[in-house]
């Protein structure tokens, strides 16, 4: 139990177009879900937090218009890089906090990895 | 603000060594969960262990143990006896409980990481 995917697993896009991935609870559902975002050979930096049907909360620094994140059922944020830039070329991961079970045990998908040309 | 500080970029040893990462944290909370994970060259993340603020308790699994203690802010990994199958990037990290967590914990806050090469 306690699965998270995320799709697509690889995204390899022009300059200037948009970008979708979705997280998805497969097996559970998820009040809070987190962004992360990791270059390479780097730590991996929280982006924003998103609690299902309410806008999601933005940490210092991350463009709410550039990195737009839906989360609007108890299994499904999505986050879409608009207008996506080379600079944007990162490794994207996704957790979701179970709205049961252990405060605080959170599930991290297997991670998007973003290449843009 | 929380911080969380793996001061070993890169370790490298001999297979069956025994090996120690080294993690410590700043919070200004007194409730906090500490985390550690595996990060293999697939990029997946791996759960390892969360302990929470109150529970200074040393844990033991396998191979894998942790020290946890508070008077140094300190949560320490060790593998002993350690195999190729262990080389990863491991992160230990650091959550919050707040009230913008909803009463529950925040999003999590990542060290650096440290990079284990364990040679045959």
């Known amino acids: 139990g306690a699965v998270v995917s995320q799709h697509p697993s690889r995204v390899i896009c022009k300059s200037g177009t948009s970008v979708k991935i979705e997280c998805r609870s497969l097996?559970?559902?998820?009040?809070?879900m987190f962004w992360y975002r990791q270059f390479p050979k780097k730590s991996l930096m929280l982006m924003a937090t998103?609690?299902?049907?309410?806008?999601?909360?933005?940490e210092q620094g991350v463009e709410k218009d550039k990195f737009l994140i839906n989360h609007a059922s108890l299994t499904l944020s999505t986050l879409t890089v608009t207008s996506a830039h080379p600079e944007d070329s990162s490794f994207y991961i996704c957790s979701a906090r179970s709205r049961d079970g252990v405060v605080n045990e959170q599930f991290f998908g297997p991670g998007t990895r973003l290449t843009v040309l | 603000a929380q911080k969380v500080t793996q001061a070993q970029t890169e370790i490298s040893v001999v297979e069956k060594e025994d090996v120690t990462l080294d993690c410590v944290y700043e919070?200004?909370?007194?409730?906090?969960?500490l985390f550690w994970y595996k990060q293999p060259p697939s990029g997946e993340l791996v759960f390892l262990i969360r302990?929470?603020?109150?529970?200074?308790q040393n844990e033991i699994s396998g191979r894998y143990s942790w020290n946890f203690q508070k008077s140094t802010s300190s949560f320490n990994f060790t593998i002993t006896a350690s195999q190729v199958v262990d080389s990863a990037v491991y992160f230990c990290a650091l959550s919050e409980a707040s009230i913008r967590g909803g009463g529950g914990a925040d999003g999590l806050t990542f060290g650096k990481g440290t990079h284990l090469i364990i040679q045959p």
């Open positions: 302990r929470n603020s109150f529970d200074e």
């Open positions: 919070t200004r909370d007194t409730t906090y969960y």
């Open positions: 097996d559970f559902q998820a009040t809070t």
């Open positions: 998103s609690n299902e049907g309410s806008k999601a909360t933005y």
